[in-house]
Each structure stands twice: as structure tokens, then as C-alpha cells.
């Protein structure tokens, strides 16, 4: 993560795997177990990674919230999956929120992530590492996270996902880009609250051994992947419009020789790409190009890739798959009404440093 200065500082597996362990026997202490859910309300953030994986190892459920929604959607969530201790971003929220344990069943204790004191997170971790406890091994049917919708229609709805659900999600991925591995260095711009996030960029780069940083602002992301310089870089499509735009405008007011360069480069890279045939998705993700929408793709397990079904081709590309020079670029958007299947990191449900 960012520090003060504006500077990414890492962390070791080691390092997070002892502030998972303090956190377990911390949430074990305070009667979290097996069906419990645990919630939290903070952004993208190496405390977000160590709350989730201390609550798997208590066989609970993560109810994970975005730091920016409305206050009453966050006493809807919380209410509605039934969270039993919630950790928030800082004593701002915390405000808002300490009067919902008189008000709320099942809500036992808050408490605050960024802060000090009985009622912190740091009071929680302290407490575990005097009192440990193993880590349970969930079933891959029992339920790993619970997330919710934007609400737009209505009250957010809930979705249950499985620890199933994640693995085969995450091995999927592993087995399409066998490129991928414990090199990998990855800038996270997703966020973690939906389960493209928590697929692509913190459950897959764990699995693999890589290296995260998180984004601070979408407005710094220019600067910040010149900071961290990923190799691999999981979005949507207006992050990289924000990517695209930011270059160009750095040109611009750059000039000179550098400029002349630059647009030399773009038009006979743009040549080589229109002349490149459009090929379907391999197993070799350094061949996969620019495939037109077929239509909705579904996972097929026994084949371990998407094939497409029915369906008229409508609207633009779904599927993007291009490497050029460090940066290896991969995502993906809806275009079929009704089909929600995430198509960006491959098919539906080392001591590297990390900055989760």
C-alpha cells in the first residue's frame, strides 16, 4: 500500500500471515465461529486481506461493504446477513455505525480498523496473539463470502458464494494462463466488495505467490503504474479509457521528439493489430487477440475453457487479450442482457511480497 508519502510499501506473506493468525484467535475470543458472518466497511487494503482470511479460518462468512455506500444500505446489509462483529475503516464511521448494537440482533461488537484502543482492530490482533487457535479447513460447499448488489432496483440482493465457488474460479484461471505465476506483479484498480475483485486480484495473486499494490485513486493511475509496474493488469474497460487518455495527454504536454515517437509507435502498432487475425482464446495467453462477441461464453469444466452457446453476435468485443511489452492486459464486460458471467480472469464459479 501508499504510505504518507505517496510511496508503495510492501509487506511478505509472512508478515500477513502473522496478522491472520492474531486476527483468528482474536475473532475465535470473541465467539466468532462456523455460520457467523464477520463484516467489514473499508476499501481496498492489506487490513481488508487479513480480516478475510482470519474469518475463513474461523469457518465464518465475510460480508465485505463499500466504504462509499449509503449509510442506510450499510444497516441493510448488515442487518440483512446477519454480521455479528463488523470492522470499519475508521472512527468517522464508526460514529455512525456504534449505535446499531443495541439496534441490530445479531451485531455483537464494532470495531474500528485505522485506530487504536479496546475498540480496535490492533485490540482485537493483540488479544489473538496471546490466546491462538488452528485455522478450521472449511468444505468447498460451505459458504465463503457474501456480497451484495447495488441496490439500484431496490434493496441490495445477496449472493452466497461458496469456497468452491473462489478455488475453481482461481485453478481455472491458473490452468488458462499458465504465463501467470509467482513473478506476476499486479496493480489492484477492482474493488474487493464484488466478486471480480476478490477473484482476480486477491484470491488469484495469493494463489500464485505474486506481488500486489493497491491502487490509492483511480486519478493517480498514470503515476501509480509507473510506481509499482505491473505485469499483469486485471479492469474494466473505463479504467483503461483513464489509462489510455492520461498517456496521451502526458504526450501532449511533453512534445518534442518523445511525441513524434510516440505516435509513430501507435500507428504501426494500431497497423499490426488490424492486420492481426482474430483467434479464439487459448491455453497460451500470449496468443489470445481481439475476439468478436459471439455471443454469451459459458464455462465448461470438462474442456477448462469458455465456449460459446446460441445466441445472435450483438454489440462490440467481450473479450480482450493482448500482451504488449511488460504489461499483459486482460478484461472483459457484459453485453447480453440477462447473462451476468464475469469473463476477465477465465471461466465462472516463493516469498514475494504482497501489498494486500
Do not use: C
Request: aromatic share 8%; hydrophobic share 35%; net charge positive.
Amino acid at each position: 500500500m501508499k504510505n504518507s508519502q505517496g510511496e508503495y510499501e510492501f509487506k511478505t506473506y509472512g508478515q500477513m500471515a502473522a496478522r491472520v493468525e492474531n486476527l483468528r484467535g482474536g475473532l475465535a475470543q470473541l465467539g466468532v465461529g462456523k455460520g457467523d458472518a464477520v463484516g467489514l466497511i473499508i476499501n481496498n487494503s492489506q487490513a481488508w486481506t487479513v480480516i478475510a482470511f482470519a474469518t475463513f479460518g474461523r469457518g465464518a462468512r465475510l460480508v465485505p461493504i463499500y466504504e462509499k455506500e449509503l449509510v442506510h444500505v450499510w444497516r441493510y446489509i448488515i442487518e440483512d446477513s446477519g454480521v455479528k462483529v463488523l470492522f470499519v475503516v475508521n472512527k468517522e464511521v464508526y460514529e455512525k455505525v456504534k449505535g446499531w448494537v443495541k439496534e441490530i440482533k445479531t451485531l455483537e461488537k464494532v470495531f474500528i480498523i485505522n485506530g487504536d484502543g479496546d475498540n480496535s482492530m490492533a485490540a482485537v490482533e493483540a488479544m489473538g496473539k496471546k490466546k491462538p487457535v488452528p485455522s478450521v479447513k472449511p468444505h468447498y460447499t460451505e459458504i465463503a463470502s457474501l456480497i451484495y448488489t447495488s441496490g439500484t432496483t431496490g434493496d441490495p440482493k445477496g449472493v452466497l458464494l461458496s469456497h468452491g465457488n473462489f478455488t475453481t474460479n482461481v485453478q481455472a484461471a491458473r490452468r488458462m494462463f499458465p504465463h501467470v505465476d509467482e513473478n506476476v506483479v499486479t496493480l489492484s484498480i477492482l474493488p474487493w466488495a464484488h466478486s471480480f475483485g476478490q477473484t482476480a486480484e486477491v484470491f488469484l495473486g495469493i494463489y500464485l505467490g505474486g506481488s500486489t499494490g493497491i491502487l490509492g485513486s483511480v486519478e493517480t493511475i498514470v503515476e501509480d503504474l509507473g510506481k509499482v509496474r505491473p505485469t499483469l493488469l486485471i479492469a474494466v474497460p473505463r479504467v483503461f479509457n483513464r489509462v489510455y487518455a492520461g498517456i496521451h495527454n502526458m504526450m501532449r504536454e511533453t512534445g518534442g521528439l518523445k511525441e513524434k515517437l510516440f505516435n509513430a509507435a501507435k500507428k504501426r502498432g494500431g497497423e499490426e493489430t488490424q492486420n492481426r487475425k482474430s483467434v479464439p482464446q487459448t491455453e497460451d495467453f500470449g496468443q489470445a487477440g481481439v475476439r468478436e462477441n459471439p455471443g454469451p461464453l459459458r464455462w465448461t469444466p470438462e474442456r477448462g475453457h469458455h465456449r460459446e452457446r446460441g445466441h445472435e453476435p450483438r454489440d462490440r468485443a467481450v473479450l480482450y487479450g493482448y500482451r504488449h511489452s511488460h504489461l499483459r492486459l486482460l478484461w472483459a464486460h457484459r453485453n447480453h442482457p440477462g447473462h451476468d458471467h464475469q469473463l476477465s480472469s477465465g471461466p465462472p464459479a516463493g516469498q514475494r511480497g504482497t501489498g494486500y
